[in-house]
């Protein structure tokens, strides 16, 4: 199983921006989905951005269109998740995630390997 390990996370201001990176342990060409999801305390997992097609294709969750660009790095293996705008809400947890059976899911259960997580504060 792939290994994913996250970072960018931290503390921001309201209005700035941060770039999350998920570092794979294997080539991300072989992936058929990789994506980004966040989690709030208490709250579902929900889906924030895909990517599929070997790069050329993303989709969006309706809530993180405009404020979120993903993208990955074929050479480095690494996913990124570019975040501008920031706002208090965007207060929790950022995972990514590969392996998915469905090309451009944001569905979680259907992702085989997650990371550990990024933790993204952001004050107003």
């Given at each position: ?5 996250e ?10 921006s941060?770039r ?9 060409r ?6 980004w999801?966040?989690?709030?305390p ?6 924030v ?11 969006y969750?309706?809530?993180a ?6 993208s990955?790095?074929?050479?480095s ?14 207060t929790?947890?950022y ?9 451009g ?17 952001v004050?107003?």
């Amino acid at each position: 199983q792939v290994q994913l390990v996250e970072s960018g996370g931290g503390s921001v201001q309201a209005g700035g921006s941060l770039r999350l990176s998920c570092k794979a342990s294997e080539s991300t060409r072989s992936f058929y989905s990789m994506a980004w999801f966040r989690e709030a305390p208490g709250k579902e997992r929900e889906g924030v951005a895909s990517i599929f097609d070997h790069g050329d294709s993303r989709s969006y969750a309706d809530s993180a269109k405009g404020r979120f660009t993903i993208s990955q790095d074929k050479v480095s293996n690494t996913l990124y998740l570019q975040i501008d705008s920031l706002k208090p809400e965007d207060t929790v947890m950022y995972y990514c995630a590969a392996e998915a059976p469905v090309a451009g899911s944001l569905v979680a259960d259907l992702y085989e390997s997650w990371g550990q997580g990024t933790q993204v504060t952001v004050s107003p």
